[in-house]
């Protein structure tokens, strides 16, 4: 007995060991040649970090696991992750598989993130399988020619992420922490399913504005499924969107060729609170302490076979609200009378025979009916509209009814707009015929808000053509400036209804422009909102916007400056602020600019200047603009007037501030005197030089160029007349503070006696200047100067070289010294 113990303890031993050892002699092959395979079916970089194979973990099923599963783009989706999958694991019978039917027990997705991209020219991030014929033949005459089936049980979903980028339709949409158990039998021929399905927060919006912000949604459901003919009917079940219950049921078929669809939605609670539940936080806040009353239906069919988007069954929804009311319990006012139809409705076939049909829109807001409706019919071909809307809004009843915390509103809108026609004739142009009339009003409208100037338009007024709105009068103070602007706005229906771009002729005037209000709102926008960096986004000019503005600014105040009348065009088009002939006046001077702020690409925005400037004063530039004091403190010690011309080009960060490095420019300034005094460079000169005069210094006829590059100010060679005497400065200085100049200067002999006493006796203190080099060296606020003598020390060595040349001629001059050199080389003087 103990034999046979032993015996089978071995074989068992033995199995134990080979079904650990077994997937190790194979794991290294299956993983390469999987991966081999699957890069060479996909155009994309397929990779994973651990694959595992074991027959031990999930006894006696096989266990396959793998994490750090990627799959990246290539070519114009270089490095963008198409999927990552945290973990993927997969258990299987193996010895089902001998029967002809492989059972999948489990498969597990955790932590996926899809991330699918549509990029502007229609181009799919992925489309990544290759077009081969040949493969597709040979899967297609394997899958006949075999018998062979896989059966799954069960799939769950972790913690998945999707999102959806289309640039086609400035789209994006967001799922974020999808989880997903689908359990059964799926072997058998018919066999009930369970479906639990849940997402915390979807997100959806479209030209920035969003459609759904952080609607939770969940789905629990019973399937009967017949695997045979594979249709799947729906039993019990529940669809949650945010507290919106809807029920539906009824049959899905897998055909060959598409799908055969009878389904039925529809509302379970039929109060009009439960569909406020869809509409965004930012619109209506606080609903469980909401009072509402009115009946909801909500009801959606759909029955046909669908094929492709072009070939759709029948379908038609339902919404009405019925004598709807809204009102907060700390409010005094509420919306009433609400009344809404809906009805979408196709008869299967073509999405152009959808026909949506807004009959009723109708609210109550302080004793001021509001109604509005539209009707879309043939939406692909050429789509027909028909609508309008009429009432009158006051603003400050809205107020009164919607919770606003952050915001204070007032005003009355009165509208009465009238539309009807389709896109063939916006299409050619025949404007004419789309019947667009009627007029917007907008009377003592007021907006207040934390930490921005009040906003207040006494008057505006536009009126409605099918070829322009006219902007009669729009009449606008925001805090201490004020706005007036009249013209007209062109090409609107295009606009609206393709995208195309809008133009406007705009008069613009304002007596006053008071820049600082706006940055000192903006300053304490930004330290109540620390954490929001949206408010640090680069402001991204729309390209599909042309408008032309005449403006005109009686005063304008910036920092410290005040700049008066200041005239000129401003275009905005193509993603480009541009100002064209620009003239102001400015620190007892006047300025001509034009240039342009560009960000057309939005990834490399820039700025392009030139301004030509005349008769400015000096110490008023430096104490209205900080930047010229960060760059050079001198100019707040200096006195007198300059003009100049220059150019000024860089690139722009995230914070619409200039990329240092990329800054490039330069021009010329003139001035006919400038007096400094009392600056820290002339300081340190004049105990240099140890002169006093040094420490008040006017320099005239100055005439210098520049350039910037490389971050650097690059200084020519220039002179100037300082002290009757002529100075050569030439050098750089950093935009970070730092100097580098050297300044060619006449010292008089006395004054750098010492630093010459290396010449002994020889160096005369009398006579005229000799020229030194001083190096200025340092920072802007902390200067660092020396002396280089070397052009001193040439022109005091040529001065004793013809002193000792002088010499030598005199001494020759004497006749015996004459004679006695003459006798050293055996000459003698005839007598």
């Not at 190790?24 to 651990?50: H, S, Y």
């Not at 979807?202 to 952080?214: A, G, I």
């Not at 509402?292 to 009801?299: A, P």
């Not at 340190?684 to 040094?694: C, Q, R, S, T, W």
């Amino acid at each position: 007995m103990k034999k046979f113990l032993k015996i089978t303890g071995g074989i068992v031993l033995f199995i134990l060991i080979l079904l650990m050892v077994t997937p190790l002699f194979f794991k290294g092959k299956i993983e390469r040649l999987v991966k081999e395979e699957v890069n060479n079916q996909v155009v994309a970089k397929v990779d994973w970090g651990k694959f595992s194979l074991s027959l031990i973990k999930d006894f006696p099923n096989i266990s396959v696991g793998m994490s750090g599963l990627s799959v990246v783009g290539v070519d114009k989706f270089e490095d963008d992750t198409l999927l990552y999958l945290n973990e993927f694991a997969l258990s299987a019978d193996l010895m089902s598989a001998m029967g002809g039917s492989l059972s999948v027990e489990h498969i597990l997705l955790d932590k996926p993130m899809i991330h699918a991209k549509v990029l502007a020219d229609s181009t799919v991030n992925w489309d990544i399988y290759k077009a081969t014929g040949e493969i597709e033949e040979v899967e297609t005459a394997d899958a006949e020619s075999s018998d062979f089936t896989i059966r799954l049980k069960s799939f769950e979903v972790k913690d998945a992420i999707i999102t959806y980028v289309d640039e086609t339709m400035d789209l994006e949409a967001a799922i974020h922490n999808l989880h997903l158990n689908l359990s059964g039998d799926m072997s058998a021929a018919t066999t009930n399913l369970m479906l639990e399905s849940s997402i915390e927060a979807v997100n959806v919006s479209m030209e920035k504005t969003k459609y759904l912000n952080q609607v939770k949604v969940s789905l629990v459901a019973g399937i009967l499924a017949d695997m045979t003919n594979m249709v799947f009917t729906f039993e019990e079940n529940d669809l949650m969107v945010n507290d919106l219950n809807l029920g539906f049921d009824g049959h899905v078929g897998m055909l060959d060729e598409g799908y055969h669809l009878d389904l039925k939605l529809g509302a379970k609670e039929t109060t009009f609170k439960s569909l406020l539940a869809l509409v965004p936080k930012e619109f209506l806040t606080d609903l469980e302490g909401v009072q509402t009353q009115g009946t909801l239906t909500l009801e959606a069919t759909t029955k046909g076979i669908y094929k492709d988007t072009d070939n759709l069954p029948a379908f038609d929804a339902t919404l009405k609200v019925n004598n709807g009311q809204i009102k907060y319990p700390d409010l005094p006012k509420s919306i009433n009378d609400i009344n809404i139809n809906v009805v979408v409705n196709n008869p299967g076939g073509s999405p152009d025979n959808t026909v949506t049909n807004i009959e009723k829109f109708h609210f109550e807001l302080g004793q001021n009916p509001f109604d509005a409706s539209l009707l879309l019919k043939t939406p692909v071909s050429n789509a027909r509209f028909k609508g309008g809307m009429v009432g009158v809004i006051d603003l400050g009843s809205l107020k009164d009814a919607i919770p606003m915390d952050s915001f204070d509103i007032k005003g009355v809108v009165d509208a009465d707009v009238t539309l009807d026609g389709n896109m063939e004739m916006i299409e050619k142009e025949d404007y004419e015929s789309v019947q667009v009339n009627g007029k917007m009003k907008l009377d003592d409208f007021e907006y207040t808000s934390t930490g921005l100037p009040k906003v207040t338009i006494s008057e505006a007024l536009m009126t409605f053509s099918p070829k322009s709105i006219a902007l009669n009068k729009f009449v606008c103070n925001v805090g201490r400036s004020d706005f007036d602007l009249s013209g007209k706005i062109e090409n609107y229906l295009p606009y609206l209804f393709k995208d195309e771009t809008i133009k406007g002729s705009l008069m613009h005037s304002s007596h006053l422009l008071d820049v600082n209000e706006f940055l000192e709102g903006f300053e304490e926008e930004q330290a109540n909102a620390a954490e929001d960096t949206t408010a640090l986004e680069l402001f991204e000019v729309p390209k599909n916007i042309d408008f032309v503005f005449t403006s005109s600014f009686g005063k304008i105040v910036y920092d410290k400056l005040t700049i008066n009348n200041t005239k000129g065009k401003i275009t905005v088009k193509d993603g480009r602020v541009v100002l064209n002939g620009m003239s102001m006046k400015l620190l007892d001077g006047e300025m001509k600019m034009a240039g342009e702020y560009n960000t057309q690409d939005v990834k490399k925005p820039f700025v392009d200047f030139i301004f030509d400037a005349g008769n400015i004063d000096i110490t008023k530039t430096a104490n209205s603009f900080s930047i010229i004091d960060s760059l050079m403190p001198i100019a707040k010690s200096s006195k007198g007037q300059f003009s100049a011309d220059f150019k000024y080009n860089s690139l722009l960060d995230k914070e619409m501030m200039p990329v240092i490095a990329s800054i490039t420019g330069g021009g010329n300034l003139k001035s006919k005197a400038i007096e400094v005094s009392n600056s820290k460079v002339l300081n340190n000169m004049a105990d240099l030089l140890k002169k006093e005069k040094y420490r008040k210094m006017k320099a005239e006829d100055l005439d210098i160029n520049f350039i910037m590059k490389d971050g650097k100010i690059i200084v020519e060679p220039f002179t100037a007349k300082v002290f009757g005497s002529r100075i050569e400065v030439s050098g750089e200085q950093g935009f970070d503070q730092s100097l580098n100049y050297v300044v060619k200067t006449p010292v008089s002999r006395k004054d750098i006696a010492g630093a010459m006493s290396f010449l002994g006796g020889g160096f005369s203190t009398s006579g005229d200047d000799v020229m030194v080099d001083v190096i200025v060296k340092g920072t802007a606020k902390d200067p660092k100067l020396s002396l280089d003598l070397a052009e001193a020390k040439k022109q005091v060595g040529k001065e004793l070289e013809k002193e000792a040349e002088k010499v030598v001629k005199d001494i020759l001059k004497d006749d015996n010294v004459k004679n006695a050199i003459e006798g050293l080389f055996g000459k003698k003087k005839k007598k």
